[in-house]
């Protein structure tokens, strides 16, 4: 230890510290000044930003003992706080630049040392200078941010004003549709939002800080776990393995399809028999401190006999390959789809047929700032309490409880941390609530365990690539007729949501166009590379690029313009999607006129533009996704009339960043109006099993509309019942007085329109009762000499339906079209030796997105949406990797099938040499 | 656990809680929110005030399950920040009203809930008011807060402005004199400060907590102490007791009088063969939190044999008392006083004698608002750091090291934390550091102990009541011509400093006055109560309190005015103090010619406020005490020019609130300010032995004196050096271009001045070389019916020498003048077990002090004085209480002998009937 002199905010202190401590360490740890965030915790994405003698650093690799004495820092809490806002904090707040807010501390102490050093930026400074400093977001496609700093140098200079940054309330009073901005904007913006590592700091004394031994190879037979060592290591008050776990140890999917040839018990929460992939959790090792956590880690001994590891479908398909789960065979699950006419007369009659096989996107691993975290603790009422970044509450304490002899709602709650780092799907299962759910009731004390960002990357989900064989028959006008397609799903080791998401295939590869007829079938794999989680878009940017890319081929071999052969076969009247559902609305066709006249400007750009060194294209793709889980699929929200005149609105609208905050008050609002109930007046009660109803899961674009309509429900059944004959209405006291129910339990659920889960042989059903349509315009250049693709503008016309927070839904767009650039060109997870850290798996700098990003919406509101809204967040991800694709194959004629579009690959096919893929030999893998 | 909402100083948190835990430990210690204090911990002080919705409350007290939902809840972080200061904040530096600062933060909470309530509140609603929530100060008389917020109101209400609240630097440059605002002013008030309690949260992960295994009796053999089950307890690293200390397990005071009987090595760190007094230290458990330390203390076993426990001076020196330390005497140490001729024939001769018996000042506790805290840790070179309230560092590693092993400067250092509350005295002796000293050597890691209340009233020091027996002969006229004197001194069971206090009877009974000839003797006896420390004014108190009040019988028996009885005999030229020593200065006679007109007002005024229920009078004493260690005395300091033209001014003066800090930037730049040099070019390093020069104690009102001309002697020698021939100055690198040295060593000794010790027997030397003098004016108000005194006004003449900083200065003189209208009326630490708290400890409250405290300065500047400066801290507690006990004689008649003049004696002489006192038979007790 050594006693070291600091100047921390204006206070002067003096600390006794661990040299080899990291100054983020000490400033989260000991002076629990959590606004500091650490992630990467290797210099890789500026969270940990603090200003240290007027130079920005990263906290997280700067040693105390490299910290000099006297040094004065500055922290996010010394640039502002709540009562005190900074210039660049309120700026933040009106551009809706922070979203769920875990890198935002970082960005506001970086550009406070930006404005320190000049008030006069440009935006290309700002883009410069967090290019330079590496300060990475993950949700907003830091378009938003480069406004606020540019906004806050203006407030800064006395240009604008205070006011100028502030919500002006329309004379209305109606914040629908508005840029009102998320109640969470300013505890993000000053750092004073807990996110679960700065919660986990703070939990009561005596709270077990949690490490993992983990499984360092990906297959084998567990022969023996021995903790001896470990229990007596300081510190430790127990080791827990699997034989701790009061339950089945496992964690199910809950809805296994029943032609599923697996059980879905096959998740443990901490393996017994087999280690299944990487990273798999072995036991949990429980102390007084993290460090003395890590010491007994290592003295764990784990006896492994180790299991050939099949780390692709085609490998794991392959013969000889044995069961990796035994009973089970590797390719476990089927489903088809039948629509229309035989395909194969229909692909002898056509004009042209196209055809591509093994089209691919990637293991996207969803690189949010924030690592996965969680507590648990035993209740006043002995009950299990698990907080987490759970996105699916109700559900995670089914999947989980049994496993953990629990029952979801009974004994076992789980709830949100206050901030929740974005998640981007990867919380749509527990990943990480079954671990501090058996430690709890292992130790009887409260558990902390926060994932370090290499964990973040080995242990939780990943998007499931899809090996896409895709032909279309179609007339010599491009009318396409016929549709034959099969899909192979790499789902990891674990079933869970496996055959869902291949049934995501026959929804969407060919979405958007009116395909009468198709033939095909789609197959779900076990293997030993990373478990298959959810990701934004879930399944369709896996079918869409296939379809959207063969498009492309089909407008080349017809030689005709891609988007007039999109916009020929965009549906219409009497069209169907590829379920045989007729869509809500006809909105495509509509998109595209939007996107045509800057798709010409842009073609004409990139001819200007072009040099035999950087050549320019333009791509163009279609998106299409549901909201919802898929069939029937319902929310419960309370509203209630409270004593002081505020209505309390209470919903589990799981928040990781997209605004459930502002879209559960912007729609309450809006029902609630007509009573003169402002915004300020509605009390949100949210992501709590203890408080609040279920709302569902926060995927699928679902909450918005689903939820959405629960919240219409519940709060106007309420100013029903208060309404007085003259029009006014009862007072709390009146209510009661009268014998008027103050509480109000609002319902709605897919199924009272009609939704339908999809058949498993055809495909064919209502899956889902709205959509979000979209037409994706790439501009790219690519330089020959290294095949580096830059994106130079990206534009997306957008129909997600009305509009309930303009800001929040720039922002989700944004930011989704920022992860289709990283899906196109970098995002990766397939070498586990060499994608180990945000950098290495691809993560977007501000530099490789560009500015220049333009949403156009179309105002079509949906009859059966909650004031016309539809979903939102999944659209910006559907498909703009293919229209980044087609753009480069434009610009140099380069067809990329299988993403990400390493420069390495573009530049096989500038040199026409062969471009490597992943191929696979059997195609209808459940009859091998 | 529960889980809460609550909203902390703007910010919306969640937070996982024991409901049993209270509001100030999870603000401490889950939020590291350390601006609130926690002292009393029973809703007695107000040092952890919060304002929770719109009410203040004591967060010592308020349970979480008694906090409600959605709590809105402001911390004084939550008022202003050291970057954005609120008004109070502003007028609390301005106003010199933050001393030690640690009741500062619950003081600037209380009066922004006054201002919240009204912004005009006047003088008597803001006493009111701290009344009302029992805000407890104990260094600045109250009178500095009530200015403050009196400014504040004014700043909040646009009559002042900020300016107006700022220090304005004077012309000259000069702060020296000025109201130059003490440097921590800042982080005290803003609640930055860590203190020790703040401090030992914000240690590094793994830092141990120590709960200390008492003694609950006070004299006992120890048969053996088990603590195999505590060491069983969840959490529990190690227990602690002397077996595991590693060196004589003994404390030392360094300086035993070679006629003491004992050796010094009486003072156990932790109790081995014997327990001493209630509370002695037995066993420290060791833990990763405070709860399992408190736990596993009720699980050692400690088998006791109880002896008989002399709880005074009489009792242990009663004939069949067994000795407290075999082998030494009870009564173990004896000073004499021969001065002048034999007084037996004086007092024959003399016109009039006057005389009483034990006369006795109470165990006053220190009760400062903090109470006691240490840590230790090793430091990277292996060496044992520890951290702590220490207001003697150097003294305090010699007195522990032997005890622990370690050598003090070598492989043992000692430092203060960066905040420290007032000790008063107490922290003269070491009373914790040496305890985690031996649990980091006993654990290897670094270790945590904070006092609570209870603790840190029985197990620090008091100050050690006097037994006196006075006798004067004086001429007719009222010239006293010889004293007679005997004394005894209850020094509770460590000899540790006992010598040294009864010397001072020698010293201060009778001082002020040029009494020629005395004769006399003091006596140390040990008891089984608290153990004796150093307590401001350290035995004057008890001296002054017997000849003052000795003095107003003379007055009485005389039929003189006691004023000019006292101005009859204050030191003239040709007189000499009671060790015969010359006074530096002749300026008792100018103070009381000061204090004579307000004296007449006084007299006036009391005769017609007196009512028959309400009897007002009015007294007066004299105050006299020495600057330095008592003998050769001596500091060191080092003034080095740094390379970025700063002057670094580094020894360890400890501040405990006194303000060291002001004194050293004082004293500094009024020397170097002739080089330029401004004062916030002037960095302090101070009160760290790794990196500082021993400046020695801060006790006595030597630091200003004596350290201060070591900082004149350093830092003239480095303007000296570095002048150049144009009279201008060598920049670093000029000096260092021309090898001129940067640093200097400052060295100041009183030796230089002639200091001697005084003799044993005797009495007779040269202790001081400077003094402080006063005259006190009290006027009190006595209800008849129920005994109760009120201080009315306060007035006291002061001769400190030159003024180095007047808010400081003043701050000192109300605060001391407080603290002995406590010692007059209420505080005591008799009976343990009624004394158990501040309560009833009697600490006073603001309505205890007068508002109407009136200091009135002589400019007597010192020649040996840095630029004129005497000591202060002292003066103001050697003689209000005897003043205050002569006024309730004036007032009604009743003389109070034995302090605190408790509303029961008072009664009891109102009523006639006989005055309980505490009496001595045996008179000389050396000779039994």
Redesign the interface.
């Known amino acids: 230890?050594?006693?070291k002199p600091v100047h921390i905010?204006?206070?002067?202190?003096?600390?006794?510290?661990?040299?080899e401590?990291t100054l983020a360490d000490v400033l989260r740890?000991?002076?629990?000044l959590t606004g500091t965030k650490v992630s990467c915790d290797k210099a890789q994405c500026g969270a940990c930003n603090v200003i240290m003698n007027g130079k920005l650093i990263f906290s997280c690799v700067t040693k105390m003992k490299h910290v000099p004495d006297d040094a004065v820092i500055t922290t996010v809490e010394?640039i502002g706080?709540?009562?005190?806002m900074h210039a660049l904090q309120l700026a933040f707040v009106k551009h809706g630049a922070a979203q769920c807010g875990f890198c935002t501390p970082g960005f506001i102490v970086s550009g406070k040392a930006l404005l320190d050093e000049t008030l006069t930026p440009t935006r290309v400074e700002v883009r410069d200078w967090f290019q330079k400093h590496k300060n990475v977001c993950r949700c907003t496609g830091y378009k938003p941010i480069v406004d606020a700093v540019m906004d806050a140098a203006k407030l800064v200079r006395g240009e604008i004003t205070v006011q100028d940054l502030s919500f002006k309330m329309p004379e209305d009073g109606k914040i629908w549709g508005t840029d009102y901005p998320r109640p969470?904007a300013?505890?993000k913006t000053?750092g004073?939002?807990?996110y679960g590592g700065d919660?986990g700091i703070?939990?009561?004394?005596?709270t077990l800080h949690l490490k993992l031994v983990q499984a360092q190879v990906s297959h084998a037979n567990i022969l023996s776990i021995d903790t001896s060592e470990a229990e007596k290591m300081?510190?430790v008050?127990k080791v827990v393995t699997h034989k701790d776990v009061k339950g089945k140890n496992r964690i199910t999917g809950l809805i296994t399809f029943p032609t599923n040839k697996g059980d879905g018990w096959d998740r443990p929460i901490l393996c017994d028999e087999k280690v299944f992939q990487f990273g798999d959790a072995l036991a949990i090792v429980c102390a007084?401190?993290?460090?003395?956590a890590k010491d007994a880690v290592a003295k764990v001994q784990v006896e492994l006999e180790v299991l050939p590891a099949y780390m692709s479908a085609p490998a794991a398909m392959a013969p000889d390959a044995i069961e990796i789960h035994p009973g089970t065979p590797n390719v476990y699950f089927r489903q088809g789809i039948i629509k229309g006419e035989d395909t194969t007369p229909l692909m002898e009659q056509a004009d042209v047929v196209v055809a591509a096989e093994n089209l691919y996107v990637g293991r996207q691993p969803h690189l949010p700032i924030e690592s996965d975290v969680a507590?648990a603790?035993?209740?006043?009422k002995g009950n299990v309490?698990i907080?987490s970044k759970s996105i699916g509450l109700e559900l995670h304490a089914l999947m989980i409880g049994p496993g953990l002899g629990l029952d979801a709602g009974k004994n076992l709650f789980l709830?949100q941390?206050?901030g929740v780092g974005g998640t981007f799907g990867y919380k749509f299962s527990p990943t990480i609530e079954a671990l501090v759910g058996a430690a709890t009731m292992a130790t009887g004390l409260?558990c902390f365990l926060n994932l370090d960002y290499y964990q973040q990357i080995t242990y939780t989900g990943k998007r499931s690539p899809f090996f896409v064989d895709l032909k279309f028959g179609a007339t010599k006008e491009g009318k396409i007729i016929a549709m034959e397609s099969n899909w192979v799903v790499d789902h990891g080791p674990y079933s869970e949501f496996g055959d869902l998401l291949t049934r995501r295939g026959a929804q969407f590869i060919g979405a958007g166009y009116g395909i009468a007829n198709i033939r095909g079938a789609g197959y779900t794999v076990a293997t030993n590379h990373a478990w298959g989680s959810a990701f934004r878009a879930y399944g369709s940017p896996q079918s869409l690029f296939a379809s959207e890319t063969l498009m492309d081929m089909l407008a080349v071999k017809l030689d005709m313009d891609p988007l007039e052969l999109r916009y020929l076969n965009a549906y219409r009247p009497g069209d169907t999607l590829p379920s045989g559902q007729v869509p809500e609305v006809y909105s495509m066709t509509q998109l595209i006129d939007i996107i045509r006249p800057k798709y010409q400007l842009a073609l004409k750009a990139a001819r200007i533009h072009s040099t035999p060194e950087k050549r320019r294209g333009v791509g163009v793709s279609v998106g299409v996704y549901g909201c919802g889980l898929d069939g029937p699929d319902g929310a419960e929200v309370w509203a209630e009339l409270l004593q002081d005149g505020r209505v309390q609105v209470s919903t589990n609208w799981e928040d990781h960043g997209q605004g459930a905050d502002m879209g559960l008050l912007a729609t309450s609002h809006e029902t609630l109006r007509s009573m003169g109930i402002k915004p300020e007046q509605i009390k949100l009660v949210m992501n709590?099993m203890?408080l609040a109803p279920a709302g569902g899961p926060a995927g699928g674009s679902r909450s918005q509309f689903v939820v959405g309509n629960a919240v219409v429900n519940g709060c106007r059944q309420l100013v029903n019942a208060l309404k007085k004959d003259d029009g006014t209405y009862m007072t709390y006291d009146e209510a009661v007085a009268k014998g008027v129910p103050t509480k109000y339990i609002g319902q709605w659920n897919t199924a009272f329109a009609d939704a339908t889960a999809c058949d498993v042989d055809t495909g064919q059903g209502r899956p889902f009762v709205s959509y979000m349509y979209g037409v994706f315009l790439a501009e790219v250049e690519v330089d020959t000499k290294t095949g580096k693709v830059q994106v130079v503008k990206m534009t997306l016309a957008a129909d997600v339906g009305s509009i309930a927070n303009k800001t929040v839904l720039d922002g989700q767009m944004y930011g989704g079209i920022a992860q289709g650039i990283g899906l196109a060109l970098t995002e990766n997870f397939e070498d586990l030796k060499k994608h180990r850290d945000m950098l290495s798996c691809g993560i977007p700098y501000i530099k490789d997105v560009p500015d220049d990003i333009e949403i156009i919406y179309l105002d079509s509101p949906r009859d059966l949406g909650p004031y016309g809204a539809s979903g939102t967040g999944e659209l910006p991800l559907t498909a703009p990797h293919a229209a980044i694709g087609n753009a480069i194959y434009n610009a140099c004629g380069v067809r990329i099938l299988q993403l990400p579009a390493l420069p390495e690959k573009v530049l096989a096919g500038l040199q026409g040499k062969e471009i490597p893929v992943v191929t696979r030999s059997i195609k209808d893998p459940m009859f091998v």
């Open positions: 230890m050594i006693k905010n204006g206070a002067n202190m003096k600390l006794v510290i661990d040299p401590m740890g000991q002076l629990h010394g706080t709540p009562d005190s969470s300013v505890g000053t004073t939002l807990d919660f703070k939990m009561p004394p005596g300081p510190g008050y007084d401190t993290d460090e003395h507590v603790y035993y209740d006043d309490q907080m709830s941390f206050p409260p709590d203890n």
